[in-house]
């Protein structure tokens, strides 16, 4: 191995700035350099494994063969910076900044409202650079192909879709179908004839620069010559514990391949750097061929295309593009197929990045490529010493047998893909959790010959991936099929032979067994159906086609650009221009998100001898620990110390929350103690050390099932009743009796966990900066931990990267973990958690089972309800007593039953403690109430909407906790909705489609909706500002709430920008922090402008009563000469603002009170597609009318409905979490916990925010923060009457379990036919399942 003396210089540009390292670590990757060595804080660590693209960044290389320059999109977390020798990289801070000239796709990001907290902002930044330097003028398409690999988990993508869509050539205003009027219009009279006019446009295009693609810097002249130098030599570079090899020839690695058999050719490094990172594999040497000519091109024969193996799948996606163009249909087929699958293979930049050489023999079982390729009849070129061989890439290959695999010291050349032909077909089939850039649940890859002119079988092949630990072949099926006719005979016997030759036992990893069995036929029916139709095109006379009614089946659901209107009331034209409240205004920091410079915790500089903390948390649920050893951590190289539970000077636990595990573990997940060192590398190494002995505790209870039967809870029970609910079940017509199943929620905020804690030298201070909704929360932790007064702690909160719920209680614990290190230790400690370990310690949504009894009329009208509710609180109190509270209280959701009972309590398990998220229970609760109602309306023989309207509140009334209210905006929002998504009709329109269509159905929902803000114990309402006037006249604003992305902010500055009477120019809000506002309670609950803004009101109210006597003295006066002279007269320019808050209660012994201060109503609509083959769903439109009363800004408003809505889609229908039957939660990372993307969010959305009267709140506001939430059950609702039709046509019941998320496990099973019946069912008391379901 070479000595590290031997080390090349590694050269490459950063944003036109030569980096030359003279020791560069083959370890270190890209996001690292960039944020810890060049200080580019602008790009994200989000995942670190390539699935969020929060850390994309552009490569560009230079081509000498075609002289060309290459610009790709990457993930900067999986490229190791030794791999960009000879690469200029294009960082957020090369396109553009606030100090230099911002960019367009920036200004335009952060104009169209595309960013909230932010944190995703850099990384969409890049994915629309990149696309425009290779495609100024991009297609509609193009954009949100771009997009496809960048979570955003606030926004809901479509105002960063629009903002990208303005490069577009075209006119992608809604001028929709052609028709040149928006396509929400049907009736356009509707909003015109009301008092307020409507608006549509939140942000202005003329204010755009516009965008000049020759003004982009220009590559490096010196990397082209580097490129073109005909006298290249091997490189290498010596890292601490690695070496890195670039062979400057093919023969050299040839050599080096021989040298080193065990060294990876590092190529995309998308498989080799996951592998590294989550499965800890190590290899000491790395082989990286990038570059060598040999491995890219591509060559064109009459049998087959030959492409070399260094292609990346982008370049593979282009060469096929390319070809299929360029010939006829019948030879092109495998291409076809090929480029099906590459369109959804992750995200663009992972399909940038990775190799077809790579792909092919990383051999994953999930493989999208390998099972077409083998149905193709590919061979891999493969070289060595010993000369050139060629190996089948067949089922053998795929299956892992030696005899069928490159030998260690091969590599792979190229793959040579031969053409089809006229009577073969080969076809690509997949399913996955989610459209794009999630690995499918099973994918296929099938290829079928005929005999000439005839259907009779010659040769068939079938793989499958993902139904085992490799890729499989069903080859003795495909033998058995030979020679038979291509009809439904040999369909069924088919699917009987594939499911007896792929078996996927009962336990098998990634669960879903059922699911993936019955897969495995619907695919096959899926190509069946595809031959029989090519057939029938070929000889229409001879091959009868297939019914009508099936022809849908065939095809996927297209990829389309989601477009939307946004209406709001417009701002009243006498209002003074100055006065920004009502309009549209963009998010304070938006442009500084865009450009990377908004400062997130980890942005901020290194501090001297400052230490990084890595956790070692528990891998019981339940079990005393007999011993922590910590000895060999200790010695690990720069690990300053191991922090447990002895080293808590304070509480150790504070509230029945504990800080560290002491002498026993309750979950799976719990902080036992942390490593504090000199890097995290080092503090994670030498956390692997720590040894950790447990025993056992019975009993162990993960469920609510299992809680239930213990007796195990964590509160009292909750009730509300009202009526007579006994009396009323003896005299209904019919009573149904059900339970439904809810399971929990990831908040998946983009910005993990992040805490920086400062030990000062005096007075026992300690400073944290933190990402918190809560900085009194983490105060109070910290100095309880830490037995010090809270005076002495400061808490600073900027922004945080998103926060949902996640970040109100548990920033307090890991603050408070975070000091005890920092106290011990007497260095400051940065403790970031990886997304894995978030996942895993801050748990999330509660799981919620919900059991109804509900008696009712004939008619619909429901007169009696008794609905019990538990949730799985995990294994603390954290919040979940409160968010019982909530659920009881507000569970009756838009509806009035005379005779209504609700109970619900928490349950205690060992599960990580579960706590707030946006709608705090409401979300999942009201889920079972649209159950029942939905269940009354099947037996009633009714739609669900018409219940609802039976039921619903109508005029003024008392709730079941006799709080009066009067529902007028509810029905408003409801008859709009109805109407403006023409209900009637696209549910008539659906019945049509659904009467043609066997296996595709379409389903329709409007859910209504009372939501609450506010919490029921009124000194949780109250609020503080501070506000500062210095004699430049600029005001210095801070306020008790944190900026979460919501726009908090934004809207106080407006708040204070209209108090004052002065530009919001003036206004600068920096920080929250605990010592300029004390005792401030959470940002949630949807009050953050409500509380806050009143506090800020009056504190600018206070200022400008001490000005009057000034002002009237002299009323044409400027401001600043206001305040001058207030400052000579000797008057205070510093105020604090106070909101009581609003006086809410609620006395649980009597069960009733006003427990909130206000209703917000709403109702959503939505129609989904849905595949009974699959599983799969398309949401094809939705509609949402909100209840805004006054909106203070419609932008942000409009921002948080939307991105609230796609957040309960997405729990409502993909975001599933996995546990182990042992209570390890599987679900560590975006690779298997799937939060919607760019492709689920619907292909039309309309947001209509109605006016209505808030007198209570500032500025007749409503709070909006977590409304739109429980929207997102519209899709839900929808999925399930699309299931429920399709259910009918096969002759089966209507009413069936209803629970959440509906998966695509949930809804293909729930198609039964005769696939299903085909699966055989394992008896549960064999197994033990991978995974179960907790709620
Ligand atoms: C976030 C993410 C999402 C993904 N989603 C999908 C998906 O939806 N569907 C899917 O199918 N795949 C998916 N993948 C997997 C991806 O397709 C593979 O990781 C990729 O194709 C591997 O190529 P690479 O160039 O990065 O390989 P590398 O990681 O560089 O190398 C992988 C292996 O191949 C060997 N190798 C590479 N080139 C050669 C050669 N020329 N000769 C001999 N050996 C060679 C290396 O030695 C190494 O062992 C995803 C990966 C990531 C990170
Ligand atoms: S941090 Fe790199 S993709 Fe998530
Ligand atoms: S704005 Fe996209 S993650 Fe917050």
């Not at 990457?74 to 960009?84: G, M, Q, R, W």
Request: hydrophobic fraction near 35%; aromatic fraction near 8%.
């Amino acid at each position: 191995m070479p000595s590290p003396s031997n080390s090349d210089e590694l050269i490459f540009f950063v944003n036109g700035k030569k980096v030359i390292e003279k020791s560069a670590d083959p370890e270190t990757s890209l996001l690292s350099f960039v944020r810890k060595v060049l200080r580019l804080t602008g790009t994200k660590y989000g995942c670190g494994g390539g699935g969020c693209g929060a850390c994309t960044v552009m490569v560009s290389r230079y081509d000498p063969k075609s002289k060309k320059i290459h610009h790709y999109p990457a993930t900067a977390c999986l490229v190791p910076i030794c791999s960009l020798h000879g690469a200029a990289i294009t960082t957020v801070e090369g396109v553009g900044s606030i100090k230099k000239r911002v960019h367009p796709v920036q200004e335009r990001l952060a104009k169209c409202h595309g960013t909230q907290c932010g944190f995703c902002s850099p990384g969409m930044v890049m994915s629309i650079y990149t696309l425009l330097r290779n495609h100024p003028e991009p297609t509609p398409e193009q954009i949100t192909e771009a997009l496809g690999g960048n979570l955003c988990r606030c926004t809901g993508y479509r105002p960063i879709v629009e903002s990208g869509k303005t490069f577009c050539g075209e006119s992608t205003v809604c001028q929709m179908k052609g028709s040149g009027k928006c396509c929400m219009d049907q009736d356009e009279g509707s909003f015109v004839s009301r008092e307020e006019k409507m608006c549509t446009k939140l942000y202005n295009e003329d204010e755009f620069q516009p965008f000049d693609p020759s003004q982009e810097p220009i590559f490096p002249p010196e990397l082209i010559r580097m490129a073109e130098d005909p006298n290249k030599r091997r490189l290498t570079f010596q890292g601490e514990r690695t070496t890195w090899i670039m062979p400057a020839t093919l023969k050299d690695l040839l050599e080096l391949k021989a040298s080193y058999p065990k060294a990876p050719l590092v190529m995309g490094n998308t498989t080799v750097g996951p592998n590294i990172k989550f499965k800890d594999e190590f290899y000491p040497v790395f082989i990286s061929p990038l570059g060598l000519p040999e491995l890219y091109f591509v060559n064109t024969t009459n049998d087959e295309v030959t492409i070399g193996a260094g292609y990346s799948l982008a370049q593979l996606n282009d060469a096929l593009y390319f070809i299929v163009s360029d010939q006829p249909k019948e030879k092109t087929k495998t291409y076809h197929a090929l480029l099906k699958h590459l369109r959804t293979l992750a995200g663009p930049q992972i399909r940038n990045m990775a190799t077809l050489g790579g792909h092919v023999v990383s051999q994953p079982n999930f493989s999208d490529l390998n099972p077409i390729l083998a149905a193709g009849n590919a061979t891999i070129n493969v070289i060595s010493k010993e000369g050139t061989r060629q190996i089948p890439l067949n089922g053998p290959f795929l299956e892992g047998s030696p005899e069928a695999n490159l030998r260690p010291e091969e590599v792979v050349l190229s793959i040579s893909i031969p053409y089809s032909t006229q009577w073969h077909f080969v076809s690509g089939l997949r399913m996955a959790q989610r459209q794009e850039n999630a690995f499918a649940i099973v994918n296929a890859g099938m290829s079928v010959k005929f005999e000439e002119g005839t259907n009779t079988i010659k040769d068939l092949q079938m793989f499958y991936g993902h139904v085992g630990p490799t890729v499989v072949s069903a080859s003795q099926t495909c033998k058995r099929l030979i020679g038979r006719q291509w009809d439904d005979q040999m369909l069924s016997e088919a699917c009987r032979w594939v499911l007896e030759e792929i078996r996927i036992p009962p336990a098998a990893e990634g669960g879903m067994v059922e699911f993936r069995r019955t897969l495995i036929i619907s695919l096959l029916f899926k190509f069946y159906l595809k031959v029989r139709r090519g057939l029938n095109k070929m000889d229409p006379q001879k091959f009868p086609d297939i019914p009508e009614n099936f022809v849908s089946a065939l095809d996927d659901f297209p990829i389309q650009t989601p477009q939307g209107i946004q209406m709001f009331q417009c701002v009243d034209p006498k209002q003074p221009q100055q006065d920004p409240v009502g309009h549209p205004v963009m998010h304070q920091s938006a442009i500084k998100h865009a450009t990377g410079e908004a400062v997130f915790v980890d942005d901020m500089p290194p501090i001297d001898q400052e230490l990084f903390l890595a956790v070692v948390t528990s891998t019981r649920a339940h079990a005393k620990i007999l011993s922590i050893d910590i000895s060999e951590a200790l010695a690990c190289p720069g690990v300053v110390d191991v922090i447990t539970a002895e080293d808590v000077p304070g509480d150790n636990n504070h509230s029945g929350e504990i800080l560290y595990a002491h002498n026993e573990v309750i979950c799976v997940g719990q902080i036992i103690c942390t490593v504090a060192a000199d890097t995290y590398a080092h503090a994670k190494a030498a956390a692997k050390q720590v040894k950790i002995a447990y025993e056992d505790i019975e009993p162990k209870i993960i469920t609510i099932e299992q809680a239930l039967a213990h007796n195990s809870f964590l509160s009292d029970e909750r009730k509300i009743e009202q009526g007579n609910v006994e009396h009323a079940f003896e005299n209904v017509d019919q009573i149904i009796e059900g339970e439904v199943h809810v399971e929990g929620q990831e908040h998946f905020y983009m910005e993990t966990q992040t805490i920086l804690a400062i030990p000062k030298a005096e007075d026992k201070e300690m400073v944290l900066h933190l990402g918190t909704q809560f900085p009194t929360h983490v105060q109070e932790y910290v100095a309880a931990a830490l037995k010090v007064p809270r005076s002495r702690i400061a808490c600073h909160m900027r922004r945080t990267g998103g926060a949902f719920g996640g970040k109100v209680t548990k920033p307090a614990l890991l603050g408070a973990v975070s000091a005890v290190a920092a106290n011990k230790t007497g260095h400051p400690i940065r403790f970031i958690l990886e997304r894995g370990d978030d996942m895993l310690i801050t748990a999330g949504r509660h799981p919620l089972l919900g059991k109804y009894k509900i008696g009712f009329m004939n008619n619909g009208e429901i007169k009696a309800a008794d609905v019990e509710y538990y949730i799985n609180g995990g294994c603390t109190p954290d919040e979940s007593e409160l968010v019982m509270e909530f659920i009881v209280l507000k569970s009756e959701n838009a509806y009035y039953i005379p005779n209504f009972r609700c109970r619900g309590r928490a349950c205690k398990t060992n599960l990580p403690s579960n706590t707030a998220f946006r709608g705090f229970g409401f979300p999942q609760a009201t889920v079972v109430v649209e159950a029942y109602i939905s269940a009354v309306a099947a037996k009633c023989n009714l739609l669900p909407e018409e219940v609802k309207e039976i039921n619903m509140y109508k005029r003024t009334s008392k709730t079941a906790h006799k709080q009066t209210f009067n529902p007028e905006p509810l029905r408003r929002c409801w008859k709009e909705c109805l109407e403006k998504s023409s209900f009637y009709a696209r549910k008539q329109a659906a019945e049509e489609f659904n009467k043609k269509n066997f296996w595709k159905k379409r389903g329709l929902a409007v859910v209504p909706m009372k939501f609450t803000i506010g919490i029921p114990i009124a000194f949780y309402n109250q609020a503080a500002a501070l506000v500062h006037i210095y004699l430049d006249g600029s005001v210095l604003l801070t306020h008790g709430g944190c900026e979460l992305g919501q726009g908090l902010h934004t809207k106080m500055i407006q708040v204070a920008s209209r108090e004052l009477n002065i530009p919001q120019s003036y206004v600068h809000l920096s920080e929250t922090s605990t010592i300029t506002v004390p005792n401030a309670i959470f940002t949630a609950g949807s009050m953050g402008t409500d509380i806050n803004g009143k506090a800020v009101q009056n504190a600018c109210q206070i200022l400008l009563d001490r000005l009057q006597p000034i002002i009237k003295k002299n009323p044409k006066g400027k401001w600043e000469e206001w305040i001058g002279k207030a400052f000579e007269e000797s008057i205070s320019l510093s105020a604090t603002g106070y909101f009581k808050g609003y006086q809410t209660n609620m006395d649980w012994e009597k069960e009733e009170g006003d427990a909130y201060p206000y209703y917000v109503y709403g109702a959503s609509f939505s129609e989904v597609e849905v595949d009974c083959l699959t599983g799969a769903h398309k949401l094809l439109r939705t509609d949402i009318f909100m209840d805004a009363a006054f909106s203070i800004n419609p932008a942000l408003d409009i921002g948080q409905v939307e991105g609230a809505f796609i957040q309960g889609m997405g729990f409502y229908t993909i975001e599933e979490l996995k546990y182990s039957p042992e209570g390890v939660l599987y679900s560590r990372g975006p690779d298997d916990y799937k939060i919607p993307t760019v492709t689920e969010i619907p292909e039309e959305i309309s947001v209509t925010l109605v006016h209505s009267q808030n007198p209570i709140a500032i500025y007749s506001s409503k709070g909006l923060g977590e409304a739109g939430m429980f929207l997102g059950s519209s899709v839900l609702f929808a999925i399930y009457d699309a299931v429920s039709a399709a259910r009918r046509e096969r002759g089966l019941s209507n009413t069936f379990p209803l629970n959440s998320p509906a998966t695509p496990e949930v809804i293909r099973m729930a198609c039964v036919d005769q696939f299903i019946d085909m699966i055989p069912s394992d008896d549960p008391s064999t197994f033990t399942p991978w995974s179960i379901h907790v709620s």
